[in-house]
């Protein structure tokens, strides 16, 4: 129940020869909330260990476009990696978290809100914004295959929110 793509990493990497070197992408084709079924079953297909699973996902409770990389945890009340947890048998895999906004400081918001925001589209500002900060996150996720975890956490957790004012006014 997903997309995939399947590619084989190149020399250099140092993890071409683990695993046969093979780097997969799925994409599910699910409600959000039934994503777990997907990852879980290309986790099987694959024979893809938790450690080695990086599940990207969008998070309100980030201000737009702030990036969070995690070792595992809780689902943070994110339906998502609820049912990702619950059909992997733990929570302790790799996440990125990348945020959407929807409850900055001072707006407190029920779920029915949060939902209508999730779904609604992103404003010109808001789309200018995000073409760079999707591009970090590519970069993110390709420097957790390259150089591991704890790299790519202490590399793309410490732009924060300083670094995201930066961008957003251009300079």
């Given at each position: 129940?997903?997309?995939?793509?399947?590619v084989?990493l190149p020399?250099g990497?140092?993890?071409?020869?683990?695993e046969?070197?093979?780097?997969?992408l799925?994409k599910?084709?699910?409600?959000?909330?039934l994503?777990?079924?997907?990852?879980?079953?290309?986790?099987?297909?694959?024979?893809?260990?938790l450690?080695?699973?990086?599940?990207?996902v969008?998070d309100?409770?980030?201000?737009?476009?702030v990036?969070?990389?995690?070792?595992?945890?809780?689902?943070?009340g994110?339906?998502?990696?609820?049912?990702?947890?619950?059909?992997l048998g733990?929570h302790?895999?790799?996440?990125?978290?990348v945020?959407?906004?929807?409850?900055e400081e001072?707006?407190?918001?029920?779920a029915e809100?949060?939902?209508?925001h999730v779904?609604?589209?992103?404003s010109?500002a808001e789309?200018?914004?995000?073409?760079?900060?999707?591009?970090l996150?590519?970069?993110?996720?390709?420097?957790?295959?390259?150089?591991?975890?704890?790299?790519?956490?202490?590399?793309?957790?410490a732009?924060?929110?300083?670094?995201?004012?930066?961008e957003?006014k251009?300079?």
């Amino acid at each position: 129940k997903g997309e995939f793509a399947s590619v084989r990493l190149p020399a250099g990497t140092g993890k071409e020869d683990e695993e046969n070197g093979r780097l997969v992408l799925a994409k599910p084709q699910t409600f959000m909330n039934l994503s777990g079924e997907t990852v879980a079953g290309f986790a099987v297909y694959f024979k893809i260990l938790l450690p080695d699973i990086l599940v990207v996902v969008d998070d309100v409770a980030l201000p737009l476009g702030v990036l969070r990389l995690r070792r595992g945890g809780s689902d943070g009340g994110h339906n998502g990696l609820k049912d990702v947890s619950l059909r992997l048998g733990s929570h302790f895999y790799p996440r990125l978290r990348v945020g959407v906004g929807g409850r900055e400081e001072g707006e407190p918001r029920v779920a029915e809100d949060l939902v209508g925001h999730v779904l609604s589209r992103f404003s010109a500002a808001e789309e200018q914004l995000l073409q760079g900060r999707l591009a970090l996150a590519a970069d993110a996720c390709l420097c957790w295959v390259h150089d591991g975890l704890e790299a790519a956490m202490n590399k793309y957790n410490a732009r924060d929110k300083q670094t995201l004012e930066q961008e957003r006014k251009g300079e």
